[in-house]
């Protein structure tokens, strides 16, 4: 089974901030790795896939990059809207999610 | 713009089969992968499978043995079958477009596995 452990699990943060959560594969998943954006009682919302790739729609502070083993992504200016739980999801082999990383107010 | 809908029971009895359906509208269910997700306080986010619309599938080997999914594309759902639950299947199950990701969920149903 690939593990994918993401850090930090908590991150504390300011409207304008730069954001960058960080998630490892206990193997390589090559550029197979989805970001998604929770909210309370909501579903989760796929924002980047393969690595890198934004879906339509989602605006362009959100960002991916990584390969291998080790990815990120990264918020360029956090805005109110996007304090919620983030999670990667390799889809190498099955599919694995990380344990999430909740994004709070400062 | 696609909507998911999961239905079902919303309390299995241990021992039980648990079994979910997702009605898909905006969308037609061919040509598409169709996803089943469930998230758990205990163990987050758990991938459960795919299938695509003519019936292939991919099941997490940790619950394959207890897991069938099926395609009905005269009624444009999907549904999902696990056997033998036990209060660790208990927690949202989330139906969804796309399996590699998935990539529109539905709302989600929650689920719980109690006598």
């Known amino acids: 089974d690939i593990q994918m452990t993401q850090s930090p699990s908590t991150l504390s943060a300011s409207v304008g901030d730069r954001v960058t959560i960080t998630c490892r594969a206990s193997?390589?998943?090559?550029?197979?790795l989805a970001w998604y954006q929770q909210k309370p009682g909501k579903a989760p919302k796929l924002l980047i896939y393969k690595a890198s790739t934004l879906k339509s729609g989602v605006p362009s502070r959100f960002s991916g990059s990584g390969s291998g083993t080790e990815f990120t992504l990264t918020i360029s200016s956090l805005q109110p809207d996007d304090f919620a739980t983030y999670y990667c999801q390799q889809y190498d082999s099955y599919g694995t999610f990380g344990q999430g990383t909740k994004v709070e107010i400062k | 713009q696609v909507q998911l809908q999961e239905s079902g029971p919303g309390l299995v009895k241990p021992s039980e089969t648990l079994s979910l359906t997702c009605t898909v509208s905006?969308?037609?269910?061919?040509?598409?992968?169709w996803s089943w997700i469930r998230q758990s306080p205990g163990k987050g986010l758990e991938w459960i499978g795919y299938?695509?619309?003519?019936?292939?599938?991919s099941y997490n080997p940790s619950l394959k043995s207890r897991v069938t999914m099926s395609v009905d594309t005269s009624k444009n759902q999907f549904s999902l079958r696990l056997s033998s639950v036990t209060a660790a299947d208990t927690g949202v199950y989330y139906c969804?477009?796309?399996?590699?990701?998935?990539?529109?969920w539905g709302q989600g149903t929650l689920v719980t596995v109690s006598s």
């Open positions: 905006g969308a037609s269910i061919s040509p598409y992968w």
């Open positions: 193997q390589s998943v090559n550029n197979w």
């Open positions: 299938i695509y619309y003519s019936g292939s599938t």
């Open positions: 969804a477009k796309g399996g590699e990701p998935p990539e529109d």
